[in-house]
């Protein structure tokens, strides 16, 4: 079946970094688009980027978009997430997550069939 292990989250001051990972494995990684979601205490989960099967395309939230960069390896059946000027509301559980259909990207998170377990990003200020 398929799996997706997430590491890197932890705790960092406001304006730091941290680099996410997500590694794959079950299905052929290279055919499907992933994607990285978060969920703030209270909050609904919402979709932070994703990335096309082949790496060539990528799309944003907003509220990310120039801090946040999402890469992947599909030799290392790896995705990441590199967050640089984190900011406190930036702080939740980071899910990756890989889409149901082949060649196919979106951010809607129900088009996504596999999920990690999460991993916690916690932003002081």
């Known amino acids: 079946q398929v799996q997706l292990v997430e590491s890197g989250g932890g705790l960092v001051q406001a304006g730091g970094s941290l680099r996410l990972s997500c590694a794959a494995s079950?299905?052929?990684?290279?055919?499907?688009?992933m994607g990285w979601f978060r969920q703030a205490p209270g909050k609904e989960r919402e979709f932070v980027a994703v990335i096309s099967w082949s790496g060539g395309t990528t799309y944003y939230a907003d509220s990310v978009k120039g801090r946040f960069t999402i890469s992947r390896d599909n030799a290392k059946n790896t995705v990441y997430l590199q967050m640089n000027s984190l900011k406190p509301e930036d702080a939740a559980v980071y899910y990756c997550?890989?889409?149901?259909?082949?060649?196919?990207?979106?951010?809607?998170?129900?088009?996504?069939?596999?999920w990690g377990q999460g991993t916690q990003v916690t932003v002081s200020s």
């Open positions: 997550a890989g889409h149901g259909r082949l060649y196919t990207s979106s951010w809607r998170a129900v088009d996504y069939d596999y």
């Open positions: 079950g299905r052929t990684f290279s055919k499907y688009a």
